[in-house]
T-cell receptor
Framework: AQRVTQPEKLLSVFKGAPVELKCNYS??????LFWYVQYSRQRLQLLLR??SRESIKGFTADLNKGETSFHLKKPFAQEEDSAMYYC?????????????FGKGTLLTVNP | DGGITQSPKYLFRKEGQNVTLSCEQN?????MYWYRQDPGQGLRLIYY???????QKGDIAEGYSVSREKKESFPLTVTSAQKNPTAFYLC????????????FGEGSRLTVL
């Protein structure tokens, strides 16, 4: 069974501080990992995926297979980063019928 | 505008009644999904469909039913058998074969009185 764990329900930082949202997973195969974000009164949307290795809005995430982690990081948080963040896992190889989400972390960036 | 439209946004129902939530997409996506979002629970998969006239149960399908008669539409019926139906329901779609890139609707909030 595949599982995604986000250990922090709430995370609060000050503007300009570094931020790290933790995500750990369990899956025996080769997973694909994603971060989704939901800003206030907006739709849930894809933020980034590990396979593309891109940086979106200053956020990066590295897949660490040894630690089974996919933490989301940003060196300098902005107030507009305040949102709910979900880590998600899919089986690789195009089997996108089962995207498993973590329970989410609510990030608040204080001025 | 292309996208996914869910209706209604808010719905109230009495216990014992069935209710159907609508989900329509004009993105020409093959795959469609229904998730339930509860505070502190994240998103849990109810049903998904990879192609017209075919669908599979997700992790919490009990008390729900779906149909996929058209590519654009994937309605969800919350039946009276669902023990805790009060929740926020999200519909999503994706290009078949593109793992993990889901496009979500704005959601429907169902409250059972």
């Amino acid at each position: 069974a595949q599982r995604v764990t986000q250990p922090e329900k709430l995370l609060s930082v000050f503007k300009g501080a570094p931020v790290e949202l933790k995500c750990n997973y369990s899956y025996s195969g080769s997973p694909e990992l994603f971060w989704y974000v939901q800003y206030s009164r907006q739709r849930l949307q894809l933020l980034l995926r590990h396979i593309s290795r891109e940086s979106i809005k200053g956020f990066t995430a590295d897949l660490n297979k040894g630690e089974t982690s996919f933490h989301l990081k940003k060196p300098f948080a902005q107030e507009e980063d305040s949102a709910m963040y979900y880590c998600a896992l899919s089986r690789g190889g195009g089997s996108n019928y089962k995207l498993t989400f973590g329970k989410g972390t609510l990030l608040t960036v204080n001025p | 505008d292309g996208g996914i439209t869910q209706s209604p946004k808010y719905l109230f129902r009495k216990e014992g009644q069935n209710v159907t939530l609508s989900c329509e997409q004009n993105l020409n996506h093959d795959a469609m999904y229904w998730y339930r979002q509860d505070p502190g629970q994240g998103l849990r998969l109810i049903y998904y469909s990879q192609i017209v006239n075919d669908f599979q149960k997700g992790d919490i399908a009990e008390g729900y039913s779906v149909s996929r008669e058209k590519k654009e539409s994937f309605p969800l019926t919350v039946t009276s058998a669902q023990k805790n139906p009060t929740a926020f329901y999200l519909c999503a779609s994706s290009i078949r074969g593109i793992a993990g890139e889901l496009f979500f609707g704005e959601g429907s909030r169902l409250t059972v009185l």
